[in-house]
């Protein structure tokens, strides 16, 4: 009785689960039974293993993407740094975007006026300073004709710059003939080991000579600068010594780039298949920098020049550094113009001879294609299968 008031409650629930137990056994069996229910099961599934896939495929691209973001940052790594760049430019493809080239189709549609206009504008519009520097330096240049003086100090200037041009032909003239002369008597009497006592007197009348030719261009230059302190530099005198100068050393740019570019024709290699034009173009090319070379080279020898027409026209210092300053933004102005100028001649000349090679290799390129086309045709033509009788 204990044992049974004990577990009757137990016994009476299983009692009441049974039916319901039962019930559930027989509705999954009924189920396991029905074709609907297992083709839902099989959806379930499949659904399940779609979605575990799908995690699976996102897992994966979130890697690639992650390899691919590492490759790009490499990318932008190697694109930041230095590329080797061909030597010089006969060696560099311009047809080749990844070095700045164009393509044919670009080429051939290429504008250059277009493309001049729209380089002026960005260019002026991007550096204003610069262009209104550029643009007074060159009126400098053309218009600067200095300051006029009175005519006393003309007069002034007029007598001391005709004693020095006499002190120039005559007593500079007659002290280097008598150097010459000294010098080759000492050639004449010089041992080649040992001197004697007459060679000894010769070799002290060349030092004589040597010391007199200095001495009468010291007094020439006293004489010279004395008469260009009478204008100062400010002056129409002073402004044509500075424009003598510039051209001088202008003409001097010129011939070291002709004699530059002389012997570069002269050990210049031409392919044996090599076009007229690409020779043409290559020679341009080279006297274009050797002339750049040579005027940048000689107005860096203008600007020493000029310091010491300063000093010999005694100016003040800032005075002299006013005209100094003037003087370097007028010859820099029309060292700049003429410079860009002529590469953009060379620019635009090589520009044309593209855009016309271009436009014949598309010509050609048409004709080639329309004659494979013709072969084609007929090679069918040939090889199709017609009656034997």
């Not at 001197?195 to 000894?200: I, K, R, S």
């Not at 005075?319 to 102005?333: N, Q």
Request: aromatic letters at 10%; hydrophobic letters at 45%.
């Amino acid at each position: 009785q204990a044992w049974l008031k004990s577990h009757s409650s137990s016994f009476t629930a299983m009692v009441n689960r049974l039916p319901s137990t039962v019930a559930a056994e027989s509705t999954a069996a009924a189920k396991k039974h029905d074709p609907e229910t297992e083709m839902a099961d099989v959806r379930e599934a499949n659904a399940a293993r779609m979605a575990q896939r799908h995690e699976e495929l996102k897992a994966m691209h979130a890697s690639m993407q992650g390899g691919q973001e590492e490759k790009r940052k490499q990318t932008d790594l190697a694109m930041t740094l230095p590329r080797s760049a061909p030597w010089n430019w006969e060696e560099m493809n311009f047809d080749d975007e990844s070095q700045g080239g164009l393509s044919l189709k670009e080429w051939e549609d290429l504008d250059l006026q277009a493309v001049a206009i729209m380089g002026v504008q960005k260019f002026v519009q991007q550096r204003p300073i610069l262009v209104s520097v550029w643009v007074i330096g060159l009126l400098i240049a053309s218009l600067a004709g200095g300051i006029p003086v009175d005519s006393a100090s003309q007069e002034a200037y007029s007598m001391m710059r005709n004693r020095s041009e006499a002190i120039d032909t005559v007593e500079i003239r007659r002290a280097f003939e008598e150097l010459q002369r000294s010098e080759a008597t000492y050639d004449a009497v010089r041992g080649f080991w040992s001197c004697n006592e007459t060679c000894v007197r010769a070799r002290d009348r060349v030092a004589m000579s040597k010391a007199e030719l200095v001495q009468a261009s010291h007094r020439r230059d006293d004489t010279l600068s004395e008469a260009r302190r009478e204008v100062g530099i400010w002056s129409p005198v002073g402004v044509q010594d500075v424009r003598n100068s510039f051209w001088s050393a202008w003409r001097a740019g010129k011939d070291f780039a002709a004699r530059l570019s002389w012997w570069d024709a002269v050990f210049m290699t031409v392919g044996q298949d090599e076009p007229v034009q690409q020779v043409i173009l290559r020679m341009v090319m080279k006297y274009t920098l050797n002339l750049t070379l040579g005027l940048v080279s000689c107005f860096c020898y203008f600007m020493y020049s000029l310091y010491t027409l300063i000093v010999s026209y005694g100016a003040s210092f800032m005075s002299g550094l006013a005209f100094f300053l003037l003087a370097f933004v007028a010859g820099i102005s029309v060292l700049s113009a003429y410079l860009g100028a002529m590469y953009g001649v060379v620019g635009t000349g090589y520009m044309v001879y593209m855009k016309q090679a271009a436009i014949k290799q598309a010509i050609e390129g048409d004709a080639s294609r329309g004659h494979a086309e013709l072969e084609d045709r007929r090679a069918r033509g040939r090889t199709k299968v017609s009656c034997p009788v």
